[in-house]
């Protein structure tokens, strides 16, 4: 691993990971059973129907060891967390370093948008911000991970030939090429190292 | 508060090298930006609700950033001006700017018996309680275009209390107004509501409460005989009636902490004693300075009631 992304992963201080159709799947191999040790916080936005709850909570909680919540209106962001967005709504990243959320009209028939979530984190995080976008059949996301891109964040693109949909990384990877793309075992190991190279 | 005052991350060098414009959220960041450290965006838009309320006693200096953020970004495009600055000078010196501005910087986005748990939960638990008094008194704050109370007027009236209800509708943008006191929805967004409104225990056929015509659904006028809509903004003015039941959906997550604090303030000013209030489906009181103050009554549908 070369020294400047070693140092970029150092700076990382939140995880911001996008995802549509396929993504529980995706979810649960990139993000099974994080080790006790994990730190970072890591959000999520899956495309939800809106009108239903998210069982994501809920599914994650059984299967890792760090805290699972669904992300609050104004709660602080904290370490050794994950956090999915409720559906219905948009969720965004304050520069207070905590969520919000908004009903502003559905960005590309999506609410929550994963373009919304990331072009705030990253306004908010600037290059303490890690982009992840995996499979989906939409091209929600690639504007965020542009964005992400352009603050000084990370970005990484799960492998569109590994994708159960490849549309959504293939619209990513068009607009901006991405730090890194790989299958999802490839984004679990990047994001375990840079869990790892964010404790030293 | 004036936030333009909150030193917190206010370098010298933070904006020098930055687009005037910061339109797109995010683009306003150099590479090497300090997280936290204020961009050119963020101070132009700081600047531009300082002039607002300086000018307009309109108070968006305590909404949350993000949203709002969007919000100017997108109506810089839609008004096809080149920066939050310029905006801001055309603002400034003339009202009808400022007019077709707040169109933006409000989300009128609502529908009727929206989460219909919510609805059901108001008929169940809360309509017995209002039964009980001579006369009831509801605030919904934030109606925007009254979608919400439409769908509170066909409850009360299905429960039997709407003749002796007085409803105070309130927002703080007069077109969202003059739109809710018409009672004019679009037809294929009414059907889409129909669902809701059976699910929210509704009584009887739906568009036995509307006439269609064209694209277009009219609901009874008599639904709103006794409904006020009027001006009041949540961050700026006080309680002006006593009320058994408040319902504020949606419009606090546009506050920051200090904005939430002071609207929940009102609503439990203008509560009655064990009044009831209703919050938006994702929406707390859990971690403001009046939770201590509320006890919860159906606590997956955000109703509330005043501690005794």
Known sequence: MNADLQARMRAIELVA???????????????????????????????????????????????????????????????????????????????????????????????????????????????????????????????????????????????????????????????????????????????????????? | MTSAQDPRGFRRDAGAAEPASGLVPGAAHAPDATPGALSAGDIELRLLMEAIYLRYSYDFRDYTGASQKRRVAYALGQLDLPSISALQERVLREPAMFARLLQYLT????????????????????????????????????????????????????EGLLERTRIYATDINPESLAQARQGIFPLDAVRRYTANYQRSGGKRAFSDYYTAAYDAARFDPTLCADVIFADHSLATDSVFAQTQLVSCRNVLIYFNRALQDRALGLFHESLSYRGFLGLGSKESIDFSNWSGHFDTLARAERIFRKAS
């Open chain 1, 17 to 200: 990971i996008g995802a549509s159709a396929g993504g529980v799947d995706a979810l649960l191999t990139l993000l099974d059973d994080l080790p006790a040790r994990w730190r970072l916080p890591v959000v999520v936005v899956l495309h939800l129907p809106e009108g239903h709850e998210s069982r994501l909570p809920a599914l994650f909680a059984d299967r890792t060891r760090v805290s699972v919540h669904e992300a609050r209106d104004k709660l602080p962001i904290e370490p050794a967390t994950l956090y999915f967005a409720p559906a219905g709504y948009h969720l965004s990243v304050e520069r207070e370093r905590c969520f919000s959320l908004s009903c502003e009209p559905p960005v590309l028939f999506s609410r929550p948008s994963i373009d919304v979530l990331m072009v705030s984190a990253a306004d908010a995080y600037g290059p303490a911000l890690a982009g992840l976008l995996l499979t989906g059949a939409n091209e929600d996301g690639a504007e965020g991970m542009r964005q992400i891109g352009r603050a000084g964040g990370l970005t990484a693109v799960q492998d569109p030939d590994t994708a159960a949909s490849p549309c959504m990384p293939r619209a990513a990877l068009a607009l901006r090429q991405p730090d890194i793309v790989r299958p999802l075992a490839g984004l679990r190991e990047f994001l375990m190292d840079m869990d790892d190279a964010n404790a030293q």
């Open chain 2, 107 to 158: 989300v009128p986005v609502s529908e009727m018996f929206r989460d219909p748990a919510y609805f059901l939960a108001l008929r169940q638990q809360v309509v017995p309680h209002l039964h009980t008094y001579p006369s009831v008194t509801v605030w919904v704050a934030g109606c925007s275009t009254g979608e919400e109370v439409y769908s509170l007027a066909i409850l009360l009236r299905e």
